[in-house]
């Protein structure tokens, strides 16, 4: 598995994570529970970004393993 | 009308109205807090039970019933309006323990010996009395106890802990009918519970019980006890996840040799578990 592989991977399961904390930050009712979770998501936006902003730059460097 | 037949119809009649005048009087009352009260409930009964089976003369029976259901009525709206009213009529609390010591006249105001009073604490599950800060006796004889600061059972603020915000759960389906202000309660729908009973492989009409929490999760009881459904485990997953994310960004921190990339990893790294250590209380 190349590096690139990997850091797409933890991109993948950071996206699911995000997704789940979307859902419990809309189905909670009680403000200070949904305020938690929602301030969650744009760091978890972040980290998402940096990771692809990663892959991109991995990609140009060695474009054999592009797309793997 | 040959007799028995006037007594069934009084009594069918009496029974729905001693519904309606509990209704009337009203939960407080009927709670019974004072000997009075309880008093007035026998007596209650009597004019019920006389009026049904020809003891009582309907005329008089039932002028009697309407005045006594008519002063029950009037003493407990006074009672809810004046403070003297009720002082007068319940009787104060009386201080039983204060400040750690036992105020031994009042205990003989309230006509209770020591040994009650130690018995009541005992139902309290309170074998000390030099645990107690201070006690009292309510109106109806009851002994209601603020227990000494290292006594009292911990609390997540004695560990500096935070404890999750949340709502009470909702019951959502009772008997395999779906209830839908319980659902309203949490914001949600039938289309979501659909939803989540299809994830699970059931239907409504297989749950016995069915909550849903302030989280969102839902639980069920099913009728069939032999099946087992497995209990929400998204946030555990969650949880785990999270972890991961976090393990795996640091590695790859470790891994990088360009100084700037391993910061941002590093970085990322930390965001993760700012965000696992935030949501802690609510993935437990």
């Known amino acids: 598995m190349t590096v690139g592989t990997q850091v797409k991977k933890t991109a993948v399961l950071l996206k699911g994570i995000e997704a789940t904390i979307r859902a419990y930050a809309e189905t909670t009712q009680h403000p200070e529970a949904k305020e938690i979770w929602s301030r969650q998501i744009p760091r978890v936006e972040e980290v998402i970004d940096q990771l692809e902003k990663r892959v991109q730059t991995l990609e140009r460097e060695e474009p054999q393993y592009k797309g793997y | ?284």
């Not at chain 2, 403070?83 to 007068?88: E, F, G, N, W």
């Not at chain 2, 309170?126 to 603020?146: H, K, P, T």
Request: charged share 25%.
């Open chain 2, 1 to 284: 009308m040959p007799e028995y037949a006037a007594v069934l119809i009084k009594t069918f009649l009496l029974f729905f109205a001693v519904i309606l005048i509990s209704r009337l009087v009203g939960r407080r009352w009927l709670a019974a807090r004072t000997g009075w009260e309880r008093v007035w409930m026998m007596i209650f009964a009597f004019f019920v039970a006389g009026l049904a089976v020809n003891l009582i003369p309907l005329r008089e029976g039932l002028l009697a019933l309407a005045m006594w259901t008519g002063l029950a009525v009037l003493v407990n709206y006074m009672m809810l309006k004046s403070k003297a009213v009720r002082d007068l009529l319940e009787g104060r609390e009386i201080v039983a323990v204060q400040h750690g010591k036992v105020l031994e006249d009042n205990l003989w105001e309230a006509r209770m010996n020591p040994e009650d009073f130690l018995r009541q604490l005992r139902s309290k599950q309170i074998f000390q009395v030099a645990d107690v800060d201070f006690a009292v006796i309510e109106s109806d004889g009851e002994v209601n106890v603020l227990l000494k600061s290292d006594q009292k059972p911990l609390t997540p603020a004695d560990f500096g802990r935070v404890a999750a915000p949340e709502d009470a759960p909702q019951t959502v389906i009772l008997d395999g009918n779906i209830l839908d202000e319980g659902l309203r309660n949490l914001g949600l729908n039938r289309g979501w519970l659909l939803n989540e009973l299809e994830k699970k492989g059931i239907s409504a009409e297989n749950v016995l019980i069915g909550q849903v929490d302030s989280h969102g999760d839902l639980y069920v009881d099913l009728f069939d006890d032999a099946l087992q459904v497995p209990p929400p485990s998204t946030r555990q997953l969650l949880e785990a996840q999270l972890e991961q994310a976090e393990a795996d960004l640091r590695s790859y921190s470790l891994e990088v040799k360009d100084p700037a990339v391993q910061a941002m990893f590093q970085e990322c790294s930390d965001k993760m578990r700012q965000v696992r250590q935030e949501l802690e209380p609510l993935l437990r």
